[in-house]
């Protein structure tokens, strides 16, 4: 599967859990994008990186949320502490080197709820 | 003022017509202007990409921008079920890399 793969599809956290998310690019990426989607309303753009490095965190939240992309494996979208307003639809996307046009490679997106 | 607007309907058509959906934006650095489509419970998908003003056609789909109004549009002609689905809105800078800003998205649905 040469797609974007996230996991896990659905994650259930108690208040105050953490949740982690996953992100694989796909196959000759190494630009990755962190969105998320509420209901009623879009994609907010998250965080972009790239491999060790986070060059845009600009819609990320000061606090609890936190993003890496190692050299080895999948990128990883964390949240600490989470509360019911972090239930959302988390997408990544990726995008082939230097490319800037906006042509994005979604995921299918890992839903989480907060209980 | 939201910096995408997008009517997000529902929007609901019989199969055959012909459907207009638009958005406005406030940014003028936008470069690129692009439509997602997006099943239920599914990632988006790039549908159709302009560069700057212009139209552009593909099969039923046709994109159009107007950089002077600040204001894009998608028209899908002899729509089909399959086309039932949230269309978003998108554009970014002209960057190195791809920041996306969306608009809130249109549910479409197509009766047959």
């Known amino acids: 599967n040469a797609g974007v793969m996230q996991n896990p599809r659905h994650l259930v956290r108690r208040r105050g859990q953490e949740a982690r998310l996953r992100c694989s690019p796909m196959?000759?990426?190494?630009?990755v994008y962190w969105y998320r989607q509420l209901p009623e309303e879009g994609l907010k753009f998250m965080v972009y990186?790239?491999?060790?490095?986070?060059?845009?965190e600009s819609g990320m939240p000061k606090e609890r949320f936190s993003a890496e992309f190692p050299k080895e494996g999948p990128s990883i979208l964390r949240i600490q502490q989470v509360v019911r307003g972090d239930s959302a639809a988390y997408f990544c996307?990726?995008?082939?080197?230097?490319?800037?046009?906006?042509?994005?490679?979604f995921g299918e997106g890992s839903r989480l709820t907060v209980l | 003022q939201k910096e995408v607007e997008q009517d997000p309907g529902p929007l609901s058509v019989p199969e055959g017509a012909i459907v207009s959906l638009n958005c406005t934006y406030s940014n003028s650095a936008f470069q690129y202007f692009m439509w997602y489509r997006q099943y239920s419970r599914k990632g988006p998908e790039l549908l159709m990409y302009t560069y700057s003003s212009g139209n552009k056609e593909d099969g039923r789909f046709t994109a159009q921008v107007d950089k002077s109004s600040k204001y894009i549009s998608l028209f899908i002609r002899d729509s089909q079920p399959s086309d039932s689905a949230t269309y978003l809105c998108a554009m970014s800078e002209k960057t190195s890399y791809d920041k996306v800003i969306f608009g809130p998205g249109t549910s479409l649905s197509v009766i047959p």
């Open positions: 996307a990726s995008s082939p080197v230097g490319q800037g046009s906006g042509e994005l490679f």
């Open positions: 990186l790239q491999k060790e490095n986070i060059i845009d």
């Open positions: 196959k000759g990426h190494s630009h």
